[in-house]
Each structure stands twice: as C-alpha cells, then as structure tokens.
C-alpha cells in the first residue's frame, strides 16, 4: 500500500499545464465506449474521459475523447512529445464480426484445403450437427505454388516465376486487399515466402505477410490459421493507423504512437500495422497489466482481474505480480466455453479469459423460455435501451438502472443523461412473457450476468490449477465496480478493490507497460543433437529482431533486456511444456538444467516422470523488453471525512424489498474513511455498489478496499 498522502486542493488547469510536466496520452477503443487518459509523469496527476465508440469510423470517437479530454486538462497537442500508446478491440470485433478486408493466402501445391480440414478435431464428438466457422480466407482466395522446403529447412523446389505470375494474375482477378504467404516447412526456412511476397507485393501493390515472420513454428493449422488472420486484418488497422498518425501530426502532437500487444507489451505503429494478429487481446491485455501494477502496490500475492466493460467481460488471475502468458488462444469461438470452435491462433497473449457479458449485453428468452443474458450486445450504436438512441432490447444496464443501482441522472457525471422510460419499456417487453413485473426481471438479468461471469473465471481458474476462493478481486471497466461484490460472493472471495480510474484503468494500464515483444521459431531436434553454434545462431536472429522492433518504438540499445524460454517434450510425444530458462544477452542454461527443469515441470503437472527416454526440443523463445517508466498517480480523495450525497431505494437481490440506500461522490470521501454497506459510491465514469454485508474504507491511494463482513 501506498504511504498517506495530503488531500490536494484543485488547481486551474492553465496553471498546471504552465508548470514543467511529461504529459503521457492512452487511448483504448472498447465495443461500447472509447477511453481517454492524461497523465503527467512529473506531479502525477490523471484526467480521463468517456466516450461512446463509433464503430462505423472508430477515429470520430477518438478525436472527440481526445479533443474533450485536452480541453479538460487545460493542454495543448504540443505538450505532449512522449509516445501516444493505443489498445484497441478493432482486431478483435473485425474477426468476430466478420467485418475484414478481402484476403487471399498463398500455400504449396497440395495444402489449399487446410484451413477447411482444420486438425480434424471435433470440439464437441457427440454433435452430428457439429458447426465450424468459416475461415477468414474462404476456399476460392487460397492458391497454391509449386514450391517445396523440406522440415531442416533445405530449399528443395523454389517457386518459378510462370507459377508466381499465375498466382499474382489469380489473386487480381479476386480483387484481394491483402495476401498471407504460408509454404510447408517455412518455419525452418522462410526463403521461398519471402521470394513470393516480394513478388506478390510488387505486382499486386497490397499489403503481404508471411508465416516465416508472423508464426515460425510448426503445426501447419494453427500456422496458416493465424497468417490468414493476420492477412485478414490487416486492410483494417492499416488504414485507421495511418489516418490516426495524419491527424496526430495535422493537431501538433508531437509523441508518435504505440500499439499494445496481446503480451502485454507495446510496439510502434509501423510494427502493428504488418501483424494486426498480435493486436487481439489488445485491450483486455492492458487492463492485466494495470492489474499487475496494482497487485504490486498492494502487496497482493494473488489478485483476480474482474474488468466488465459495455460489451464483454474479462478475468484474469495475477500470481506474484503476473499475469500468465499463453503461447496460443483462440479467438471468435461459436461456443463460449467449446475449445475448439474459433480460430486457433499462434501469438503470444495474456492468459485471460473473455465472455459476452457487458453493460450492453442483451437478455432474451431461449428455445425453452428460459432467460439468457448475451453474448449478443447492443454496442454502442444503439446502445442499451436506456442510452435514447433507438435500442429496443433489455441489456445489463438497462437492469442495474431499473434496481436503482445507476442514477439515470449522473451517468457520465449527467453528461448522458439515460432515458429510464425506454428501460422500463424494454424491460416489459421480456417481464410479460416471463410473468413477473420489471423489477424482478431485472433483478434476473443483474443475477444471471453475475452468475456467467463468475462462472467463466472459475473454469479458467480451474484450468490453470487455481483456486479461486478468497482471492481479492480488482474490479474496472465502466460496469465492473457495480457488479465486482456480487460476483466476488459468488466466488467465496472476501476482498474486492475499486481502484481510482477504475473505470478507465485499461487505458491507465497502457501508460505502465513495457516496450516488448515475443519471438518463437520451431526448430525441432532433440536436445541432444542441437549444437550450441546452431542454437546461438537462431537467438541471434530473434535478438536482432527483438532489438529492431524496440528501437522502432523510441528504445535505447542499452536499455532492451532478454529473456529466453524453449519449448520440451519428450521423444514421440506430441504436446509439449515451456520452460523459460533466464535473461541475459546469451543463452544462460545447460543441457543438464534444461533436462531438469523439464523433469521438474513435468512432475508438477503430471505427477510423474518417464525415465531412459530422451527429451527434444520444438519451439525456442526469446522476449525483448524495456522497463516502462515509472509513475506515481497523485491521489484522488476528498480533504474529510463526506457525508453521503443523497439516498434512493435500491434493489439487491430478488424477492427483496427496495432498501434504502445512501449515495456517496466518491471524489468527497477522505482517507480512512469507512462506509458500511448497503452504499452507493458515484464517480463521473462509473458506480461501486457496495452490497449488504460489505464495509469499504478509502485507502491512501484513494481506491476503496471492500471486505466482506457476512458470510
């Protein structure tokens, strides 16, 4: 915990932005709103904002937020000279939706089928009806070439320029905005994709990826899967990057922009731009890594992520100041909780886990009348009913409104006032049916949601090993702190904290991660037959692009640091373990060590070892990283101890009569203070609803620390 503070009395924002400052600017574009964040690096003091997505032409709702947010903080474009850092769900709205540019993907004579065959794995063995999604690139923009490169990375067949010209003259005639180039075997030697893209990209003029560059690792599925993705994606970044950095320039802002990664890492625009498919996890990756900063301010050994935006909901479990990293995900799944039915993709990401459960999550009545909440979600355009902008349907938000849990008149701080009528409407419309009245249906919906959402976090828990219970949760996002007590009891947790910018902290989360990114490249061999020349060789190479990518996003050489990891198993087996093995400008271990560290990960998890068989080596790792800057917010709390605001009736639970329940501004409450709930605490951007049975006191910090008193 952070040590007290003295209350700040406010200060024009003229007279701060004449002070010396390192304004820091952070931009995260979510399905419903688009936050903004100002940080000034040298007194510590943060102004953030709202505002509703525009999914049509997502850079309208940026240039509002950012346009609004200045006019705010009393700063000019040229203030700020540092790196402008950018998360973004585009990549992965584009993907769900459907909504991507017009790819083709070149592969060897004989594999045009694979994203069709897939692995041959049914997610699901007793469905005959059994759906798969199609593929990004349908069947009739895949093309073959006549090339061959054999798994040590000799070039057998190159490609000749009749079959290249072929190809390019197809690919035209498809009228194709973007090209992936994924051959057999280019893992261990990306000559001939490159010898196609070059070639591709001269004749066609559109932008071409390779796998070589994008996913260098065996496993040819997941390998054209992702190199598709990312071919898919890219007519959609590239033109937003480019005309978001146009209007940078045009307003004299003088910081150039960084991309977050899925990793939780960030990369220039530039770099972003050439793999979209790293971008996917963007935003919820963010808020992880905010969270890991958080747990390490608190002392938290565990802390759960509970992030609920307005269109899904993410959770994430932080060990010893960590997020988890997992070396493949899949992404636009049919079935939320089906491994197997999205697209598996090879980038590295923040192990979290992601549903349709958000302030704009619709609830309907299935096949057996039975009440549902998402994952359908009314975005921002029309929004939940309450938002006045011609939705129809009930959401989440329209529930919490209706339970009294949101003030229809202090959303946004009374900047977008809801409209309670067209909730009430919305909410009859699903009540009738239902045979109950609003307030109970809606009190169905904020259930049911809760119940989703701790349910989701628990499987995830669970298949990481963990155990959730008694965990302190860290509740974000717009919707999160209101729903943050009543998930925690269902997860048996007893400690939830509602951070200052709780609302915005994804954004926040931007401003503390590092430079990185992570590199892999399979080459399959047992650990025995690898020589150290060999070895070096390949690390040299991720090293050298490491280095570049960082020193694309402004970082000093001496700065970047390395750390190294290897892919295990044994001989004949077909999955393996990750072992990272230590930092340093070499590889730091033995072949001995490595063998033990492999022998102890593979006890741990599966309770044995298997002795006189020899082990080998798939996929070789390396992350590249610069520390971020440090920064110390400036706390935000009142100068006393408030009393409340106001009161209104409330609802929490069904069945249960309306309490009345006093509203607090949260910007009022004074260090120590302490609540006891029922209570209402209202921010401009969001609400913590502190449940019955829960008391809060107001830490140094400002973030509100919840413990729960009745089991």
């Not at 006891?676 to 951007?685: K, M, S």
Request: glycine content about 10%.
């Amino acid at each position: 915990m952070a040590e007290p503070v003295e209350p700040v009395e406010p200060v024009e924002p003229v007279e701060l932005a004449a002070r010396q400052s390192d304004w820091r600017l952070a931009v995260d574009i979510g399905g419903t709103f688009t936050d903004v964040v100002l940080l000034d690096a040298v007194s510590g003091r943060i102004v953030v904002d709202k505002t509703l997505t525009t999914p049509a032409a997502p850079l309208d709702g940026v240039r509002t937020g950012v346009s609004r947010l200045l006019a705010k903080a009393g700063v000019r474009p040229e203030d700020i000279t540092a790196p402008i850092v950018h998360a973004t769900t585009l990549i992965t709205n584009a993907l769900i939706e459907g909504k991507i540019g017009r790819a083709g993907v070149v592969t060897t004579a004989g594999f045009g089928d694979t994203l069709l065959i897939r692995s041959e794995h049914r997610y699901d063995m007793y469905d005959l009806q059994i759906e798969f999604p199609d593929p990004p690139v349908p069947r009739d923009r895949v093309f073959e070439v006549t090339e061959r490169t054999d798994p040590t990375g000799h070039v057998a067949v190159m490609p000749s320029a009749d079959d290249l010209a072929a190809v390019a003259a197809a690919l035209r005639q498809q009228r194709v905005e973007s090209v992936g180039v994924c051959l057999i075997n280019s893992y261990a030697n990306g000559a001939n994709e490159r010898r196609v893209a070059e070639y591709l990209g001269r004749e066609l003029g559109v932008p071409v990826c390779i796998s070589a560059e994008i996913s260098p690792q065996i496993r040819e599925y997941p390998r054209m899967m992702t190199t598709a993705c990312n071919a898919a994606t890219m007519p959609v970044i590239g033109p937003y990057l480019d005309e978001l950095q146009k209007w940078l320039a045009a307003e004299g802002f003088g910081g150039s922009v960084l991309m977050m990664l899925s990793n939780g890492g960030v990369v220039s625009a530039d770099d972003a731009a050439k793999s979209p498919i790293r971008l996917v996890e963007s935003g919820p990756a963010a808020g992880a890594l905010a969270g890991s900063w958080f747990a390490r301010r608190l002392g938290e050994d565990r802390l759960l992520c509970f992030d609920m935006g307005g269109t899904t909901a993410k959770s994430c479990l932080i060990v010893n100041g960590e997020p988890e990293l997992t070396n493949s995900f899949e992404v636009a799944r049919m079935y939320r909780f089906k491994k197997g039915s999205g697209f598996p993709v090879s980038v590295p990401s923040v192990d979290l886990v992601e549903i349709g459960a958000g302030g704009g999550s619709q609830a309907r009545l299935d096949e057996l009348g039975l009440l549902k909440v998402g994952p359908e979600s009314a975005g921002a355009d029309p929004g939940p009913a309450c938002y006045g902008r011609g939705g129809s349907k009930p959401t989440v938000t329209d529930a919490d409104l209706e339970l009294g849990l949101l003030d229809a008149g202090f959303f946004l701080g009374g900047d977008m006032a809801l409209d309670i009528e067209a909730c009430r409407v919305a909410l009859a419309s699903l009540a009738s049916p239902l045979g109950l009245s609003q307030s109970d249906t809606a009190a169905g919906i904020h259930e049911l949601v809760n119940e989703n959402m701790a349910a989701s976090a628990r499987m995830h828990a669970v298949e990481q090993g963990a155990d959730l219970r008694g965990v302190t949760v860290l509740a974000f996002g717009g919707a999160g702190p209101v729903h943050a007590c009543g998930v925690a009891e269902l997860l048996e947790s007893t400690r939830v904290v509602f951070p200052v910018n709780a609302s915005v902290l994804s954004a926040f989360g931007t401003l503390v991660s590092p430079v990185r990114i992570d590199l892999a490249r399979s080459m399959v061999r047992p650990l025995a037959a690898v020589t150290p020349s060999e070895r070096d060789l390949l690390l040299d190479e991720l090293r050298g692009e490491g280095r570049r990518v960082l020193a694309a996003a402004g970082v000093d050489d001496a700065a970047i640091r390395f750390r190294y990891g290897v892919d295990v198993r044994y001989l004949g087996q077909g999955n393996e373990i990750t072992l990272w093995v230590g930092g340093g400008d070499r590889w730091p271990v033995t072949d001995a060590q490595v063998s033990d560290l492999f022998d102890a990960d593979y006890r741990r998890i599966y309770g044995l070892t298997i002795p006189d068989v020899g082990i080998e080596t798939v996929t070789w790792r390396l992350s590249a990283w610069a520390d971020a800057k440090h920064v110390e917010p400036l706390a935000r709390v009142g100068a006393r101890e408030a009393s409340p605001h106001s009161s209104r009736p409330v609802r929490f639970s069904r069945g249960a009569p309306p309490t009345e329940t006093p509203v607090y501004r949260r910007l009022e409450l004074g260090v120590g203070q302490v609540v006891v709930g029922p209570a209402i605490i209202e921010e401009r951007e969001t609400t913590a609803v502190i449940r019955p049975g829960w008391v809060v006191a107001v830490a140094a910090d400002g973030s509100l620390i919840a413990e729960r008193t009745i089991a």
